[in-house]
């Protein structure tokens, strides 16, 4: 069982940055791969990335590659996702998930969810 808390979402204006970040609980973290999803109003949740637990293997989606950097400590059970150049059509709700292994190609694949947090793009 695993317990996911995120935080740092809030009101910015495009182009600004911003860094969510994700409590885990469970002495285990470092084995679980880590994701970042999010869902705007009306459209279904879309995976943004996830990171293996030892951190070598990395995904990001097509739409944030080069945007947003996905990192977590171990040693902290935390897991970070890292936004700039944010544009408006970044908002949404986003989640943190964790599963226990990394799948190569099915990264949509998890089984612990957070509540969520609020990111707001616009001027």
């Known amino acids: 069982q695993m317990q996911l808390a995120e935080s740092g979402g809030g009101l910015v204006q495009p182009g600004d940055s911003l860094r969510l970040s994700c409590s885990a609980s469970g002495r285990t973290f470092s084995t679980y791969t880590m994701g970042w999803f999010r869902q705007a109003p009306g459209q279904e949740r879309e995976f943004v990335a996830r990171m293996s637990g030892n951190g070598i293997l990395r995904n990001h989606a097509d739409s944030v590659r080069g945007r947003f950097t996905i990192s977590r400590d171990n040693a902290k059970n935390m897991v970070y996702l890292q936004m700039n150049s944010l544009k408006p059509e970044d908002t949404a709700v986003y989640y943190c998930?964790?599963?226990?292994?990394?799948?190569?190609?099915?990264?949509?694949?998890?089984?612990?969810w957070g509540r969520g947090t609020q990111v707001t793009v616009s001027s």
């Open positions: 998930a964790a599963v226990s292994s990394w799948h190569p190609t099915l990264r949509d694949l998890f089984d612990y």
